[in-house]
C-alpha cells in the first residue's frame, strides 16, 4: 500500500497538471490520484482530440518522473441525477463519462472513482427508487469498461442532509449496488471523510466492503464538515482504518484527498507541505 495524493492539491489554474506531477514525484510520492473533476468545464469546453493530447502530456510527465497514476476522480454529474452540473444534460455527461474513462486508459489508470447518488431531490425517494436508477445508469457504461480494462469504484456519500435522505452512504447499500451491477470492473471507494460525517464505523465499514474496495479517498474532519484534512487533523481513528485496511487484504493506495491542508498554503511552502504529508500518511499505514 503506498501513499497516493490527489492532484487537487494545487487549484488547477494556478498550476498546470504535469507540474503538478513534477513538483508530487519530487516530494517522493510514487502513485498519484488524477481529479478530473477540477478540469471538468474544460473538458466540456475541449474536443476529444483535445482532450486526449492533454491525457498524454500529463502521462509523459508521470512516465519521464517514474511515478504511476493509480486512481481518479472522474467526472461528477451533480448533486443529484437531476440536478447536473455545469449546464449538463444526461446525456452530455454519459459522453464526458466516456470520453474521462478513455482518458484515463492513456493515463494507465486502472479505477476512476465516480458517484452513487439520489435520483432527485425530492424528500421520500426509496433506496430501492435510487438502486435501480444507478445500476441502470452504470451498467450502461460497461461496455467502455471493457474496451478499455478501465474500472469504475462508487463511492460513498455524506449521509442524511437536513430532512433528505441520502441513499449509498451506507456501505451495505453500496455493496448491494455493486452486487447487483455484478462485474470485475466495479468496485467501491470509501472515502473515510465522508464516512466519518455519516457516524459510521470505519473498520466495520471497510469490513463490508471487503474485496469489493479497490481505491479511497483518505481524509479527515471534525465529523461535522467535509473538511479534507490530512490524518490527525480531525477525529477519525486512523488505527482502526489502516488495520481493518490490512485485514481485509486491500491491495491499493492509501491516497489522499486532502487538499485543505495543502493547497491553502503559500505556494512557497507547499513543496515542504507534501513532504510532510508523504512522511505523515508512511507513518499511518504502518501502524
Same mark, same amino acid.
Given at each position: 500500500?503506498?501513499?497516493?495524493?490527489?492532484?487537487?492539491?494545487?487549484?488547477?489554474?494556478?498550476?498546470?497538471?504535469?507540474?503538478?506531477?513534477?513538483?508530487?514525484?519530487?516530494?517522493?510520492?510514487?502513485?498519484?490520484?488524477?481529479?478530473?473533476?477540477?478540469?471538468?468545464?474544460?473538458?466540456?469546453?475541449?474536443?476529444?482530440?483535445?482532450?486526449?493530447?492533454?491525457?498524454?502530456?500529463?502521462?509523459?510527465?508521470?512516465?519521464?518522473?517514474?511515478?504511476?497514476?493509480?486512481?481518479?476522480? @472522474?467526472?461528477? !454529474?451533480?448533486?443529484?441525477?437531476?440536478?447536473? *452540473?455545469?449546464?449538463? &444534460? $444526461?446525456? =452530455?455527461?454519459? #459522453?464526458?463519462?466516456?470520453?474521462?474513462?478513455?482518458?484515463?486508459?492513456?493515463?494507465?489508470?486502472?479505477?476512476?472513482?465516480?458517484?452513487?447518488?439520489?435520483?432527485?431531490?425530492?424528500?421520500?425517494?426509496?433506496?430501492?427508487?435510487?438502486?435501480?436508477?444507478?445500476?441502470?445508469?452504470?451498467?450502461?457504461?460497461?461496455?467502455?469498461?471493457?474496451?478499455?480494462?478501465?474500472?469504475?469504484?462508487?463511492?460513498?456519500?455524506?449521509?442524511?442532509?437536513?430532512?433528505?435522505?441520502?441513499?449509498?452512504?451506507?456501505?451495505?447499500?453500496?455493496?448491494?449496488?455493486?452486487?447487483?451491477?455484478?462485474?470485475?470492473?466495479?468496485?467501491?471507494?470509501?472515502?473515510? @471523510?465522508?464516512? !466519518?460525517?455519516?457516524?459510521?464505523?470505519?473498520? *466495520?465499514?471497510?469490513? &463490508? $466492503?471487503? =474485496?469489493?474496495? #479497490?481505491?479511497?479517498?483518505?481524509?479527515?474532519?471534525?465529523?461535522?464538515?467535509?473538511?479534507?484534512?490530512?490524518?490527525?487533523?480531525?477525529?477519525?481513528?486512523?488505527?482502526?482504518?489502516?488495520?481493518?485496511?490490512?485485514?481485509?487484504?486491500?491491495?491499493?493506495?492509501?491516497?489522499?484527498?486532502?487538499?485543505?491542508?495543502?493547497?491553502?498554503?503559500?505556494?512557497?511552502?507547499?513543496?515542504?507541505?507534501?513532504?510532510?504529508?508523504?512522511?505523515?500518511?508512511?507513518?499511518?499505514?504502518?501502524?
Amino acid at each position: 500500500m503506498n501513499v497516493s495524493t490527489s492532484l487537487n492539491i494545487f487549484y488547477a489554474p494556478d498550476v498546470c497538471v504535469p507540474d503538478s506531477v513534477r513538483r508530487c514525484a519530487v516530494a517522493g510520492f510514487v502513485s498519484l490520484d488524477m481529479n478530473y473533476w477540477d478540469h471538468q468545464k474544460q473538458m466540456l469546453q475541449s474536443s476529444p482530440q483535445e482532450e486526449e493530447a492533454w491525457a498524454r502530456e500529463i502521462r509523459a510527465s508521470a512516465d519521464n518522473h517514474g511515478v504511476r497514476i493509480t486512481q481518479m476522480h @472522474g467526472p461528477v !454529474h451533480g448533486s443529484t441525477f437531476s440536478n447536473l *452540473a455545469h449546464g449538463m &444534460t $444526461l446525456e =452530455s455527461f454519459e #459522453k464526458l463519462l466516456e470520453r474521462s474513462l478513455r482518458s484515463a486508459a492513456i493515463l494507465g489508470v486502472p479505477w476512476v472513482v465516480l458517484h452513487p447518488t439520489n435520483v432527485t431531490r425530492v424528500e421520500g425517494e426509496s433506496f430501492q427508487e435510487a438502486l435501480e436508477y444507478n445500476v441502470n445508469f452504470y451498467r450502461k457504461i460497461i461496455p467502455v469498461l471493457e474496451q478499455t480494462g478501465v474500472g469504475i469504484a462508487l463511492e460513498n456519500m455524506i449521509g442524511q442532509r437536513g430532512t433528505r435522505i441520502t441513499h449509498f452512504a451506507l456501505p451495505e447499500e453500496l455493496v448491494e449496488l455493486i452486487d447487483t451491477l455484478n462485474h470485475p470492473l466495479v468496485g467501491a471507494c470509501w472515502d473515510t @471523510g465522508h464516512g !466519518h460525517i455519516t457516524s459510521l464505523d470505519q473498520a *466495520a465499514s471497510i469490513s &463490508t $466492503l471487503g =474485496s469489493r474496495l #479497490k481505491t479511497t479517498h483518505i481524509q479527515d474532519n471534525d465529523g461535522t464538515n467535509d473538511q479534507h484534512l490530512l490524518p490527525y487533523q480531525g477525529t477519525i481513528p486512523w488505527n482502526e482504518v489502516v488495520q481493518t485496511l490490512k485485514r481485509i487484504g486491500y491491495t491499493g493506495d492509501f491516497t489522499y484527498e486532502t487538499h485543505n491542508s495543502i493547497r491553502t498554503l503559500p505556494d512557497g511552502i507547499r513543496d515542504a507541505g507534501l513532504k510532510y504529508a508523504l512522511d505523515l500518511g508512511n507513518y499511518v499505514i504502518s501502524l
